[in-house]
């Protein structure tokens, strides 16, 4: 049984029936007792990190999920909660996914470009077509985010405490690593919406079993991970960022991938097959 933990601050519906259409049996949950004893565990999120982990711990979840041996998978803001420390909301920052955007962007029934702000080309026919098959288009590349600069966002150092003296919040601690504000520019704006391409940086990692070398994601969020040793893909808006993170059983996309079509599904399944 997947646990599918509910933090108060997720958009649980669409990562349900993602789990569900690949044959799961799934159970939503904030009890610590049914975290604990799951097979797996999936913590997704939107909203901001401050808030996230003040309902997980309200909900006792902290030390419950800090100390699972099955496999973890965070998403999106989960993901970023699975880090040592977050520079967001610590000092009045904005939101993982945009808050308000999320709203639109991250909730059932369906997402598309064209919602989450991306406002060129015929985004709406793209959907389904990018949904279907994983990849987009050709004539569409122009609403996909691509590399633009190889400067790296500042400093990974952590802080301790609930909100650290460098601004950093305190996060769950399980994968090593800051999550960061990226950089906006005019060709990058933040947050980042849209679909960008997958680099693999550790292709033989279970989790990225079948997946494309080029394959693009859907992401919705401000801040990110400067990518390091547990990085396991990248991807690019402005600067790299982590895409994917592991850890032993620890494990993060910070994109949607019950947004991201077969390719994200695959994901789901690599996970559910763990």
């Avoid at 496999?71 to 699975?82: F, K, T």
């Amino acid at each position: 049984m997947i646990a599918l933990v509910d933090s108060g601050v997720a958009n649980l519906t669409s990562v349900r029936l993602a789990l569900l259409r690949l044959g799961a049996e799934v159970t939503v949950t904030a009890d610590p007792d049914i975290v604990r004893g799951a097979s797996h565990v999936v913590l997704p999120g939107v909203g901001s990190a401050g808030p996230a982990m003040a309902k997980l711990r309200e909900r006792g979840l902290i030390e419950v999920l800090q100390g699972l041996t099955q496999p973890l998978l965070g998403i999106c803001l989960g993901m970023q909660l699975l880090f040592e420390d977050s520079e967001e909301g610590a000092a009045g920052g904005g939101a993982t996914c945009g808050a308000g955007v999320c709203a639109a962007a991250c909730s059932p029934p369906s997402v598309t470009p064209a919602k989450a702000g991306v406002q060129r080309g015929n985004s709406l026919a793209f959907e389904k077509e990018a949904l279907d098959s994983g990849f987009p288009r050709k004539g569409t590349e122009e609403i996909f985010h691509e590399p633009s600069s190889r400067r790296k966002p500042g400093s990974r150092e952590t802080d301790g405490g609930a909100v650290g003296n460098r601004g950093t919040r305190t996060c769950l601690g399980l994968i090593p690593g800051r999550v960061e504000l990226l950089p906006a520019a005019p060709e990058t704006p933040v947050p980042h919406m849209g679909w960008s391409r997958l680099t693999l940086e550790r292709p033989d990692h279970p989790l990225l079993h079948a997946i494309p070398a080029d394959g693009y994601v859907y992401f919705v969020h401000s801040y990110a991970v400067v990518p390091g040793p547990f990085t396991l893909a990248t991807a690019h808006h402005g600067v790299p960022f982590t895409a994917i993170a592991g850890r032993d059983n620890v494990m993060g996309c910070q994109f949607h991938p019950e947004r991201s079509g077969p390719l994200g599904a695959q994901v789901l399944r690599n996970f559910v097959g763990m």
